[in-house]
Antibody, heavy 119, light 110 residues
Framework: QVQLVQSGAEVKKPGASVQVSCKAS????????MHWVRQAPGQGLEWMGV????????NYAQKFQGRVFMTRETSTSTVYMDLSSLRSDDTAVYYC????????????WGQGTLVTVSS | QSALTQPPSASGSPGQSVTISCTGT?????????VSWYQQHPGKAPEVMIY???ERPSGVPDRFSGSRSGNTASLTVSGLQPEDEADYYC??????????FGGGTKLTVL
């Protein structure tokens, strides 16, 4: 079955960077685009961006341009999301979620990674 | 890209029907066939309930249905059951490989 397994919780200081990983299994890695969505405590879902695992091309939400960087490692079927210049309002659960080629909905989700930004 | 507009809350008694709206613009909801709805229980990851405005993934009860009129999409839950109590989010493809979410609606089963 399809599984997206994310790395563990992180605590970071303001101004630092964080990397969250998402390891995919149960499907052909390059058949699905991988997206990142975050959810601040008690708040709604927010789309951050997408990476095409086949070629590595990315597209980011305007809000995160210049601070987010998504990469992939096809040999391990893993996608990475780096977020820099962290602020307290970046405290959130970060999810990876995939979209099958030709479709436009988020089919499978990782378990979420809590990133806490605090001095 | 502005978030889609959803009512913050909705409620209904067991067995009743409830409809949640999701309003966008002609650049997203009104101009895209790629509106989807997600259910999220506390502490859990979201789960897709409706995709491409009206399509239901296998395994999702047929009590859940989707529709759209103009720039507003809707999710209807018929025959409410206690386990339907959750947060619901709409999302739409907004062109140029970008997506936008609604603010979410908390559904309470009375």
């Amino acid at each position: 079955q399809v599984q997206l397994v994310q790395s563990g919780a992180e605590v970071k200081k303001p101004g630092a960077s964080v990397q969250v990983s998402c390891k995919a299994s149960g499907y052909i890695f390059t058949d699905y685009y991988m997206h990142w969505v975050r959810q601040a405590p008690g708040q709604g879902l927010e789309w951050m961006g997408v990476i095409n695992p086949a070629g590595g091309s990315t597209n980011y939400a305007q809000k995160f341009q210049g601070r987010v960087f998504m990469t992939r490692e096809t040999s391990t079927s893993t996608v990475y999301m780096d977020l820099s210049s962290l602020r307290s309002d970046d405290t959130a659960v970060y999810y990876c979620t995939n979209v099958r080629g030709g479709f436009f909905h988020f089919a499978n989700w990782g378990q979420g990674t809590l990133v806490t930004v605090s001095s | 890209q502005s978030a889609l507009t959803q009512p913050p809350s909705a409620s209904g008694s067991p067995g009743q029907s409830v409809t949640i709206s999701c309003t966008g613009t002609s650049s997203d909801v009104g101009g895209s066939n790629y509106v989807s709805w997600y259910q999220q229980h506390p502490g859990k990851a979201p789960e897709v309930m409706i995709y491409e405005v009206t399509e239901r993934p296998s395994g999702v009860p047929d009590r859940f249905s989707g529709s759209r009129s103009g720039n507003t999409a809707s999710l209807t839950v018929s025959g409410l059951q206690p386990e339907d109590e959750a947060d619901y989010y709409c999302t739409s493809w907004a062109g140029n490989n970008k997506w936008v979410f609604g603010g979410g609606t908390k559904l309470t089963v009375l």
